[in-house]
């Protein structure tokens, strides 16, 4: 089988000046639009607290006596979301965890990474 090639014809090039053309000028805008001042009391809030649901994360719960390597069953709000172990102490890493549900298994993914030294601008 002899592969076939395509040709076409292009015929010569002709600048289009946009601003001739009826129709697509740009529209005025007032200038009004254009000079609208953000509020200072929106910079002087600090930010939302997180919900009390969110607070209980498995990295921050302790394992049942009955099965020291398991941990309760999450709850649906914990499901997906990136949270943080709480840090009582200052330790040399921060953990990182994120839990994904697959039908009825609960998989809980951890990440240890190095804490920031103070003064540190390295993250």
Do not use: W
């Amino acid at each position: 089988m002899v592969p076939q090639s395509s040709s076409f014809s292009v015929g010569p090039y002709y600048e289009c000046n946009e601003a001739i053309v009826v129709g697509f000028e740009a529209p005025k805008s007032p200038d009004a639009s254009y000079n609208n001042v953000y509020p200072e009391d929106n910079y002087a809030k600090g930010p939302p607290t997180v919900p009390n649901h969110l607070d209980d994360t498995l990295l921050n719960s302790s394992a049942s006596s009955d099965f020291p390597g398991s941990l309760p069953l999450p709850h649906n709000a914990v499901l997906n979301h990136v949270y943080c172990e709480n840090r009582e102490t200052e330790g040399p890493v921060v953990a990182l965890g994120l839990t994904h549900r697959f039908r009825e298994k609960y998989v809980t993914v951890v990440l240890y990474k190095p804490a920031p030294r103070c003064g540190s601008t390295n993250n």
